[in-house]
């Protein structure tokens, strides 16, 4: 389970408040994920990186923002434009190799607006 | 883009008897399957995987099977226990262009296994 951490754990949001979630991961991996979990929705996919300093679009990536300036990080900005961000936020990322489709996923966050 | 459904959104069962997840993919290109397992609160933790070049594989008390023709694959696990209780996802990966290996899951089935 280790080697990707996300923080916070909680997070409260104002209107009009962008907001930034943490994600960290120490397993030299190249890809990295951010998905929306709401409940009865499964995971979808905000934005994804496969490399340093680059970054695409997911399936809803309207309202939120991110950068890759380093391997080990990829947080994500929730902007005031993503009028309903009350969710739970995964981050995680993927291996290369053999192996490459695996994703390992971080704790979450959860957002809640005030 | 790729679309997986997965049926049924819930499913309870009695300790010891088996429980069968389905899902349903669009994309004739995706090649990799992931069942992940998430607990109340807790991240998704891979579970099984397969490949499109085989058919069934086995882990334990749970295996995966897939049809390629049909475009389906499935989670059975087998003498269930009350740990198995959780929430499981499938997932099917996505090829564009330069190979993102983008997951689309489905929604989610929520296992409940009784005493």
């Known amino acids: 389970d280790g080697g990707i951490t996300q923080s916070p754990k909680y997070l409260f949001r104002k209107e009009g408040q962008n907001v930034t979630l943490s994600c960290e991961q120490n397993?030299?991996?190249?890809?990295m994920y951010w998905y929306r979990q709401d409940p009865g929705q499964g995971l979808r996919l905000i934005y994804y990186?496969?490399?340093?300093?680059?970054?695409q679009k997911g399936d809803i990536a309207e309202g939120y923002s991110v950068s890759r300036e380093k391997k080990e990080s990829f947080p994500l900005t929730v902007t005031s434009a993503q009028k309903n961000p009350t969710a739970f936020y995964l981050c995680?990322?993927?291996?290369?190799?053999?192996?490459?489709?695996?994703?390992?996923f971080g704790a979450g966050t959860r957002l809640s607006v005030l | 883009g790729e679309n997986v459904e997965q049926h049924p959104s819930t499913l309870s069962v009695q300790e010891g008897d088996s429980a069968v997840i389905k899902c349903t993919y669009s994309?004739?290109?995706?090649?990799?399957f992931p069942w992940y397992k998430q607990e109340l609160g807790k991240r998704p933790q891979l579970i099984i995987d397969?490949?499109?070049?085989?058919g069934e594989k086995k882990d334990q008390r749970i295996a995966v099977t897939l049809n390629k023709t049909a475009k389906h694959f499935s989670l059975h696990i087998t003498e269930t226990q009350p740990e198995d209780s959780a929430v499981y996802f499938c997932?099917?990966?996505?090829?564009?262009?330069?190979?993102?290996?983008?997951?689309?899951f489905g929604k989610g089935t929520l296992l409940t296994v009784n005493p």
């Open positions: 995680a990322s993927r291996t290369g190799g053999i192996a490459k489709n695996i994703q390992y």
């Open positions: 997932a099917a990966s996505m090829h564009s262009g330069g190979s993102n290996y983008k997951l689309t």
């Open positions: 990186s496969q490399i340093v300093n680059d970054f």
């Open positions: 397993l030299n991996h190249d890809a």
């Open positions: 994309d004739s290109a995706s090649n990799y």
């Open positions: 397969i490949r499109s070049n085989v």
